[in-house]
């Protein structure tokens, strides 16, 4: 059982900066995709970035394309999301996760953190 903890989380104001880190509880380096998702109020949980086993080819969602960057440390088993240029619409609660597919799609991940609230003032 993988245990995850996100960090990093806060209120910034528009066009800010945060970098969110999701610590593994074993090693996850060999075995699982790391994924970032995040929620609104009232919204369905959305896709951000993914990153391969090996921190190769990471994807992004287009809304967030070229303002964050998912990275992992396979040595400390964490993984990391910059965030910068946010915008309010990027407010949510941001969830870290690891499966065993390449996938966008949030139902094929296994193991998921508590959530950390990301909030973007105007």
């Known amino acids: 059982q993988v245990q995850l903890v996100e960090s990093g989380g806060g ?11 999701c610590a593994a509880s074993e090693r996850t380096a060999s075995t ?12 369905e949980r959305d896709f951000i970035a993914i990153i391969s086993r090996s921190g190769n080819a990471p994807y992004y969602a287009n809304s967030v394309k070229g303002r964050f960057t998912i990275s992992r440390a396979n040595a400390k088993d964490t993984v990391y999301l910059q965030m910068n240029m946010l ?35 105007s």
């Open 32 to 43: 699982y995709v790391m994924g970032w998702f995040r929620q609104a109020p009232g919204k």
């Open 87 to 121: 915008k309010p619409e990027d407010t949510a609660v941001y969830y870290c996760a690891a499966g065993p597919t390449f996938s966008s799609s949030w139902r094929l991940y296994d193991y998921w953190g508590q959530g950390t609230q990301v909030t973007v003032s």
């Open 11 to 21: 209120l910034v104001q528009v066009g800010g900066s945060l970098r969110l880190s």
